[in-house]
């Protein structure tokens, strides 16, 4: 029986896997291969020689030497994924033949071809930028497919959290876009490489992306498409997750203010009112804030309000128009609100509501939170906390902290959210000590937070109740005055929620 590119027995195949084996040998050398792929040097030297290849060897050359899967088992297509094809191989040769060009023009001295002796020249150079016109729309024609190929696998690498895999396309995605004037498929990549940073954790990098998004579209004159809208509510998502409220805020506001009446009776243009509304809620704008999200969820078809019900139940929440309980039995809708009732019910600490969230809300559906993300670990461990069993659970959060951190861009918002978090799992243990020292840290890092940043309101809130609880010397009665002070000036704004802090 045939076996495929013509291999007629199993012993024939696994030979000419062998030597596609050995042309990686002569060019790494065995110790590299053993080293790279957790092999031992005697195995590898063996799969060189005789016997069955294991599956298992070929996949760890695959992910430590970016090898080519086709080529590995079939012999097809280039030895490593980032070898070029054919194709590629010929637009390479464009691309000399339009940087000879673009040498051409360059050589010529332009400012000095004015009389009639110099007519020769001046054909010469006309003729140099005919073909280099030429060559730029024969390369555009080229570069775009093959760009477009490579922005489909940038993103499925992206999808696929193949975050080094997807730094070696992007790279060739860039170098294949100087040569490409699709304006969509640059913004395409542009968007693509903004979510990449944002999964690699490069939160400015990832901001600087979407800003250079948005100022194109508004160049190309304002939110007057779906594409362009979707960029201006990336773009003020990107600045929420950074903790900058105050510029997000802005950015939308001048974005509704520049849209078309086309784009605002638009789905995407109701999600960026309400995260307008969602950053004013975060502001202190707790009243326009409400009314803005309410008419998002009012104007949404019911079967696509997920986005917004997880902002409409936290506007809810915050100004005390709903329990946690009002808000648990309207069903879990999404996974995003499930999470935001578990962090509620662990900042109030309401054992109840929090236990029967953990009961309910965590698993692998999809309305429920999985098991090992930080909200579902800190919800166990608070329960554990308020149900008197025994522990080192101090200890525990630590752990928690270095393998499952808290999901926040902003390193200073991430180090107050791990610190206020601290504070009150010591308090809850009983740790006078710990406690005291950790709602000092947390006071610092709060702090330290750049006046450009903006942090939960309801977290400062918890940390109100850690310095009223933590803090018990005369020493430290003026820092309890000011967030007793906090606390009052927040409820009279409307912010009834943080009368659980008091």
């Given at each position: 029986m045939e076996n495929r590119k013509g291999v007629s027995e199993p012993g024939d195949y696994q030979q000419a896997v062998r030597e596609r084996?050995?042309?990686?040998?002569?060019?790494?050398?065995?110790?590299?291969?053993?080293?790279?792929?957790?092999?031992p040097l005697t195995n590898v030297h063996r799969y060189m020689r005789e016997g069955k290849v294991p599956a298992e060897f070929c996949a760890a050359l695959v992910d430590a030497f970016e090898v080519n899967p086709a080529w590995l088992l079939t012999g097809a297509q280039g030895t490593l994924l980032s070898e070029v094809n054919?194709?590629?191989?010929?637009?390479?040769?464009?691309?000399?033949?339009l940087v000879n060009a673009m040498n051409a023009v360059a050589r010529m001295r332009i400012g000095a071809l004015a009389g009639r002796e110099h007519e020769k020249k001046l054909r010469e150079l006309g003729d140099a930028l005919d073909t280099y016109e030429r060559l730029r729309e024969r390369m555009n024609s080229k570069s775009r497919p093959l760009l477009a190929e490579l922005v489909d696998r940038f993103h499925e690498c992206n999808n696929e959290m193949q975050l080094e895999r997807g730094a070696h396309v992007r790279k060739a995605a860039l170098q294949v876009s100087r040569f490409c004037d699709d304006p969509e498929l640059l913004r395409r990549l542009d968007s693509v490489q903004a979510y990449h940073e944002h999964l690699s954790g490069r939160v400015d990098a990832a901001l600087a992306i979407h800003q250079r998004l948005f100022a194109r579209r508004m160049a190309e004159g304002g939110v007057n498409d779906a594409q362009a809208c979707d960029a201006a509510a990336n773009y003020v998502l990107a600045l929420r997750d950074s903790g900058r409220f105050q510029e997000g805020l802005r950015v939308a506001e001048a974005a509704?203010?520049?849209?078309?009446?086309?784009?605002?009776?638009?789905?995407?243009?109701?999600?960026?009112?309400?995260?307008?509304?969602?950053?004013?809620?975060?502001?202190?704008?707790?009243?326009?804030?409400?009314?803005?999200?309410?008419?998002?969820?009012?104007?949404?078809?019911p079967?696509?309000?997920?986005?917004?019900?997880?902002?409409?139940?936290?506007?809810?929440?915050?100004?005390?128009?709903?329990?946690?309980?009002?808000?648990?039995?309207k069903g879990f809708d999404s996974r995003g609100r499930t999470r935001l009732l578990i962090r509620q019910a662990a900042l109030v600490e309401d054992v109840e509501e929090l236990g029967l969230l953990l009961k309910d809300g965590i698993g692998d559906g999809p309305d429920q939170v999985p098991a090992n993300e930080y909200e579902s670990r800190r919800g166990r461990l608070i329960h554990l906390l308020l149900t008197g069993r025994k522990g080192d659970h101090l200890g525990a959060y630590h752990k928690l902290i270095e393998e499952s951190p808290p999901p926040v861009n902003s390193l200073q918002l991430r180090e107050v959210l791990a610190r206020v978090h601290v504070a009150q799992a010591a308090r809850l243990a009983g740790s006078t000590k710990a406690a005291e020292?950790?709602?000092?840290?947390?006071?610092?890092?709060?702090?330290?937070?750049?006046?450009?940043?903006?942090?939960?309101?309801?977290?400062?809130?918890?940390?109100?109740?850690?310095?009223?609880e933590s803090l018990k010397a005369p020493k430290h009665r003026a820092l309890q005055q000011r967030w007793s002070a906090y606390l009052d000036d927040r409820i009279r704004a409307g912010y009834g929620f943080l009368r659980y802090f008091q």
């Open positions: 084996l050995n042309e990686l040998r002569d060019r790494y050398g065995l110790s590299e291969i053993s080293r790279r792929t957790l092999t054919p194709d590629t191989a010929r637009l390479g040769g464009d691309l000399l033949e509704m203010l520049l849209a078309s009446d086309e784009v605002r009776a638009s789905e995407l243009f109701i999600e960026l009112e309400c995260i307008a509304g969602a950053f004013q809620m975060e502001l202190g704008e707790l009243a326009q804030g409400l009314a803005r999200i309410q008419r998002a969820y009012q104007r949404t078809a079967a696509k309000r997920g986005f917004v019900a997880i902002f409409l139940s936290r506007v809810e929440l915050l100004a005390d128009l709903a329990t946690l309980r009002d808000v648990r039995l020292k950790a709602t000092l840290e947390a006071q610092k890092a709060i702090e330290a937070v750049p006046p450009d940043r903006a942090m939960m309101v309801d977290l400062l809130g918890l940390h109100a109740r850690n310095v009223r």
